[in-house]
């Protein structure tokens, strides 16, 4: 924006009819917007021809700006300098004597330099560049130029590359498409056009089958640290119908396909579907069947030329199943008693007999909630995934893949209500005092954080298993402490949607403004809590399966 005012120039915008105002030294043109302002057009009458720095902040957050900007901006005062470059983080401290050793200890006052462990030594524990808004706990420690022996600099620019597309393009627009209850189809495809949905399905990024790569990542140093992150970033935005919508269906029903589908089917969709030009989801759920998965009741039968499925019922809850072209579906394929030993799994392409339905729900409203009905639709053998009967094996596997992602979101959900609430109450002020200094306040932010940090160490841990596992031991070994961790992220998530919810107070009761990511997430925490099992069934299974494979590993009892 080149024109460049006086603050004498801005007075003279201050009726009614002609309404400038200064926001951080840039000049608004708000004789149109004011009628059309949500906080009325007699405050902002109240600031005309004025610096409205500090009435704007009071009221609003960044998203704003970044939303209205390039309608109502006309330019900036003259004493406004061009934004300097970031200066470099600070040095860390000389030590006097370098050859001083520093004992850990709690006494209060004493300087403790942790002696670095075995891990600091490797390249990839060297503390990076600090990255984000440095508030404590709000992002993980390694954005805060802490050590870590999980990143390196690759993971630095993919978080530097979609930070700045969450922060410039969707975050700013997310409150209009949860209501809207969809999000641009122009998005989705951005998904597939920079290289997203390729690096999202567990396994080792898939570059033969799209011409679309990361940017900042070459396909051969992906790891799952990267797929972590990008999900992780997504759930910035603070909403769990937007990260649903974009990696919701993808992310768990393309998976199966990629492992288990036969080569030739796998070849004739997956290309498109990696450019976000088709849509696929994942179809297990019935109106009577959720965890208790061998109970399935939708139906394929051989047809009689043993050519195609024929699949009868219904599925529920289904994510992205309104916009999807393709649905990777549990069927029943042998007797009503055949229990696990009985389920199939079969690509089924849209195609007659199929119909979607969007379902109203309380929560993730731009994620597409969907009822299925398939009526007589007729499925090639060749769209069978994994072999018949033994479709179980393909859902398990899935499992784990999808309960990290959950986690993942859970945790950064978190995090944005801790954030949410560390600036409000930076900034709100009640019986003369700053939120923050009300030891109440600090009391509920500390237990958010205590819960984030180490529930994120947790999954840091995982990841690194994961990452170092071939997949069928992953399954196996991992299985019980990914169903804890799920749990535990859930009722971190919970807790902090819930707290946020009272620093807040109405802000966060009425949607939209200020609060409106913590209101919005604390009606999507069910969503998080009952799919992908429910958080009862997680803690059940953390136990039953750990024990399980610590008996098979030599437990002595
Ligand atoms: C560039 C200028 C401005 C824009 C684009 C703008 C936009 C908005 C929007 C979109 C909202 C709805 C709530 C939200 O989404 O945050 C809102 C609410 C509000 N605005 Fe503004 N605004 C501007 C300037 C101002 C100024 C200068 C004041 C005060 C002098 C003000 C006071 C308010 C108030 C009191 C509310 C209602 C807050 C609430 O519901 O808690 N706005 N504004």
Same mark, same amino acid.
């Given at each position: 924006?080149?024109?460049?005012?006086?603050?004498?120039?801005?007075?003279?915008?201050?009726?009614?009819?002609?309404?400038?105002?200064?926001?951080?030294?840039?000049?608004?043109?708000?004789?149109?917007?004011?009628?059309?302002?949500?906080?009325?057009?007699?405050?902002?009458?109240?600031?005309?021809?004025?610096?409205?720095?500090?009435?704007?902040?009071? %009221?609003?957050?960044?998203?704003?700006?970044?939303? %209205?900007?390039?309608?109502?901006?006309?330019?900036?005062?003259?004493?406004?300098?061009?934004?300097?470059?970031?200066?470099?983080?600070?040095?860390?401290?000389?030590?006097?004597?370098?050859?001083?050793?520093?004992?850990?200890?709690?006494? /209060?006052?004493?300087?403790?330099?942790?002696?670095?462990?075995?891990?600091?030594?490797?390249?990839?524990?060297?503390?990076?560049?600090?990255?984000?808004?440095?508030?404590?706990?709000?992002?993980?420690?390694?954005?805060?130029? %802490?050590?870590? /022996?999980?990143?390196?600099?690759?993971?630095?620019?993919?978080?530097?590359?979609?930070?700045?597309?969450?922060?410039?393009?969707?975050?700013?627009?997310?409150? =209009?498409?949860?209501?809207?209850?969809?999000?641009?189809?122009?998005?989705?495809?951005?998904?597939?056009?920079?290289?997203?949905?390729?690096?999202?399905?567990?396994?080792?990024?898939?570059?033969?089958?799209?011409?679309? #790569?990361?940017?900042?990542?070459?396909?051969?140093?992906?790891?799952?640290?990267?797929?972590?992150?990008? #999900?992780?970033?997504?759930?910035?935005?603070?909403?769990?119908?937007?990260?649903?919508?974009?990696?919701?269906?993808?992310?768990?029903?393309?998976? /199966?396909?990629?492992?288990?589908?036969?080569?030739?089917?796998?070849?004739?969709?997956?290309?498109?579907?990696?450019?976000?030009?088709?849509?696929?989801?994942?179809? &297990?759920?019935?109106?009577?069947?959720?965890?208790?998965?061998?109970?399935?009741?939708?139906?394929?039968?051989?047809?009689?030329?043993?050519? !195609?499925?024929?699949?009868?019922?219904?599925?529920?809850?289904?994510?992205?199943?309104?916009?999807?072209?393709?649905?990777?579906?549990?069927?029943?394929?042998?007797?009503?008693?055949?229990?696990?030993?009985? &389920?199939?799994?079969?690509?089924?392409?849209?195609? =007659?007999?199929?119909?979607?339905?969007?379902?109203?729900?309380?929560?993730?409203?731009?994620?597409?909630?969907?009822?299925?009905?398939?009526?007589?639709?007729?499925?090639?053998?060749?769209?069978?995934?994994?072999?018949?009967?033994?479709?179980?094996?393909?859902?398990?596997?899935?499992?784990? !893949?999808?309960?990290?992602?959950?986690?993942?979101?859970?945790?950064?959900?978190?995090?944005?209500?801790?954030?949410?609430?560390?600036?409000?109450?930076?900034?709100?002020?009640?019986?003369?005092?700053?939120?923050?200094?009300?030891?109440?306040?600090?009391?509920?932010?500390?237990?958010?954080?205590?819960?984030?940090?180490?529930?994120?160490?947790?999954? =840091?841990?995982?990841?690194?298993?994961?990452?170092?596992?071939?997949?069928?031991?992953?399954?196996?070994?991992?299985?019980?402490?990914?169903?804890?961790?799920?749990?535990?992220?859930? #009722?971190?998530?919970?807790?902090?949607?819930?707290?946020?919810?009272?620093?807040?107070?109405?802000?966060?009761?009425?949607?939209?403004?200020?609060?409106?990511?913590? =209101?919005?997430?604390?009606?999507? #925490?069910?969503?998080?809590? &009952? /799919?992908?099992?429910?958080?009862?069934?997680?803690?059940?299974?953390?136990?039953?399966?750990?024990?399980?494979?610590?008996?098979?590993?030599?437990?002595?009892?």
């Amino acid at each position: 924006m080149s024109t460049s005012f006086s603050v004498a120039d801005v007075a003279k915008h201050n009726k009614p009819t002609d309404l400038y105002i200064v926001v951080d030294e840039d000049v608004y043109d708000l004789t149109n917007f004011q009628d059309n302002h949500p906080g009325g057009k007699k405050i902002l009458q109240r600031v005309a021809g004025k610096d409205a720095s500090k009435q704007f902040w009071k %009221y609003h957050n960044e998203s704003i700006l970044k939303k %209205y900007k390039a309608q109502l901006q006309v330019g900036s005062l003259d004493s406004k300098k061009v934004e300097a470059a970031a200066p470099p983080p600070p040095a860390p401290e000389e030590q006097n004597d370098k050859s001083e050793k520093v004992v850990p200890s709690s006494e /209060p006052g004493q300087v403790v330099v942790p002696a670095p462990g075995p891990a600091a030594a490797e390249e990839t524990a060297e503390a990076m560049d600090a990255f984000g808004s440095l508030i404590p706990f709000a992002d993980p420690n390694w954005y805060q130029s %802490y050590h870590s /022996p999980y990143y390196n600099e690759s993971h630095a620019a993919l978080r530097a590359e979609v930070r700045e597309w969450v922060d410039n393009e969707l975050e700013p627009y997310v409150t =209009e498409w949860d209501e809207a209850k969809r999000v641009p189809e122009k998005i989705y495809k951005q998904m597939g056009e920079k290289g997203y949905l390729a690096g999202l399905m567990g396994v080792h990024y898939d570059a033969k089958m799209t011409k679309n #790569t990361v940017k900042s990542v070459p396909p051969e140093k992906w790891d799952l640290f990267h797929e972590m992150l990008l #999900t992780d970033e997504l759930s910035r935005t603070g909403s769990g119908g937007l990260v649903w919508n974009l990696i919701g269906g993808f992310g768990i029903g393309c998976p /199966p396909l990629v492992k288990f589908g036969k080569k030739p089917l796998v070849n004739r969709i997956l290309p498109d579907i990696l450019n976000g030009d088709k849509r696929i989801c994942l179809a &297990i759920t019935e109106p009577d069947a959720g965890s208790d998965v061998a109970n399935l009741t939708c139906e394929a039968k051989l047809s009689e030329d043993g050519k !195609h499925y024929i699949v009868n019922g219904e599925k529920k809850w289904i994510t992205n199943g309104i916009w999807c072209d393709y649905f990777t579906t549990a069927v029943r394929t042998g007797t009503p008693e055949s229990g696990m030993n009985g &389920i199939s799994v079969l690509l089924i392409e849209r195609t =007659e007999g199929v119909s979607t339905r969007k379902m109203d729900c309380q929560g993730v409203w731009s994620s597409g909630t969907t009822y299925i009905t398939f009526e007589d639709v007729k499925v090639p053998v060749e769209n069978l995934i994994g072999k018949e009967n033994q479709g179980f094996k393909v859902i398990m596997t899935n499992f784990n !893949h999808e309960r990290i992602g959950i986690i993942i979101q859970c945790l950064r959900f978190s995090r944005v209500c801790f954030e949410e609430c560390v600036k409000y109450a930076n900034k709100r002020k009640t019986f003369g005092q700053k939120l923050i200094n009300h030891p109440v306040i600090r009391l509920k932010l500390a237990h958010m954080a205590r819960q984030i940090e180490s529930s994120y160490s947790w999954l =840091e841990n995982l990841v690194y298993q994961c990452q170092r596992m071939g997949e069928t031991e992953a399954m196996l070994r991992l299985g019980g402490a990914i169903a804890g961790l799920k749990a535990q992220a859930t #009722t971190t998530f919970e807790f902090c949607t819930k707290e946020a919810a009272q620093i807040f107070g109405g802000l966060a009761y009425s949607r939209g403004g200020q609060g409106g990511k913590v =209101e919005r997430l604390y009606r999507d #925490t069910l969503a998080y809590k &009952i /799919p992908g099992g429910s958080e009862e069934i997680m803690l059940d299974l953390s136990i039953r399966q750990s024990m399980r494979v610590h008996k098979a590993l030599g437990m002595k009892l």
